[in-house]
């Protein structure tokens, strides 16, 4: 064969020939089909024990129950039932045992994350109360007025 045609198939061999190396050293060793648990089937086997063996930031409502019934108790009997204790407290990722993670913010921005009116039209369907910051007594803390595990209107002090 002519040299113009072999130098081009040589290079294409060798293109492939590091590509194979590359992917020999690129790819883990526990890649592969390993049932047909997602789509194709392809996955590291590894990655099953490495996503059972992950921490979860969040314990959820339930989680703090059994140590803060009271807590518990009256925020879920409120309109505050549908969101989280660490919306508001922060990821709970080994309390008590762990000091830091819960915080105790008594700010106006907390609840403001939520509650302030936004200055364009919403869905009618929220259901969020919305207030303006700046009419809204201004400058004195929420739970001067509202308790923040039962903001029901109803029962305010
Ligand atoms: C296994 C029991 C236990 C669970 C579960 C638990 N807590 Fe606590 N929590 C404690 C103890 C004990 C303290 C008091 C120790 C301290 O002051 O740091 C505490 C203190 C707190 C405080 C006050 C912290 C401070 O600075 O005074 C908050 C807020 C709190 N917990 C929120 C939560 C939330 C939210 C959850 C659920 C996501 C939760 N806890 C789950 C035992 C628990
Ligand atoms: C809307 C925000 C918000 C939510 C939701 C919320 N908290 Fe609180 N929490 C606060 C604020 C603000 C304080 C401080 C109150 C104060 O000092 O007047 C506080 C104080 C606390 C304290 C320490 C003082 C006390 O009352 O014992 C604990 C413990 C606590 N919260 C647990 C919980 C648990 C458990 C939940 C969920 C069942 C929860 N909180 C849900 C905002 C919230
Ligand atoms: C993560 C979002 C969120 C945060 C943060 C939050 N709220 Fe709420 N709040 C809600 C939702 C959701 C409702 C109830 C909606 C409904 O009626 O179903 C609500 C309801 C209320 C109501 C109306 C109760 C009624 O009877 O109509 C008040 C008052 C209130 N919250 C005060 C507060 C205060 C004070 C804070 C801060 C300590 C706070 N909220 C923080 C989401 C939030
Ligand atoms: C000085 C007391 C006081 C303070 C401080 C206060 N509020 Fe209120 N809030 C009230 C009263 C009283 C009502 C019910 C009458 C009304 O709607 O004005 C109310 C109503 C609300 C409602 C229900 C509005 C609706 O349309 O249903 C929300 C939500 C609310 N407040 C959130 C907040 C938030 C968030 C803060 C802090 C940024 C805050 N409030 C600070 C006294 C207070």
């Keep these: 064969m002519k040299n113009h045609v072999l130098r ?11 590509f194979l190396a590359v992917r020999y050293f690129l790819v883990p060793a526990d890649f592969g089909v390993h049932g047909r648990n997602f789509t194709y089937g392809f996955h590291r086997l590894g990655n099953i024990q490495e ?4 921490p979860p930031r969040y314990q959820g409502n339930k989680g703090c ?3 803060h019934s009271e807590n518990y108790r009256h925020n879920m009997a409120s309109p505050h039932a549908v969101i989280q ?3 508001c407290h922060g ?4 309390h008590p045992d762990l000091a830091e993670g819960i915080t105790i913010d008594t700010s106006r921005d907390l609840c403001l994350r939520c509650h302030a009116a936004l200055p364009y ?3 009618e369907r929220s259901v969020l109360p919305a207030v303006d910051p700046e009419n809204h007594n201004a400058g004195v803390e929420c739970r001067e007025c509202h308790d923040p595990h039962n903001p029901d209107l109803e029962g305010m002090k």
């Design 91 to 94: 990821a709970a990722l080994g």
């Design 121 to 123: 039209p919403t869905s």
């Design 8 to 18: 081009p198939l040589w290079l294409a061999l060798a293109a492939v020939a590091l």
């Design 85 to 87: 204790c660490e919306n």
């Design 51 to 54: 996503w059972r063996a992950f």
């Design 65 to 67: 129950a059994k140590c």
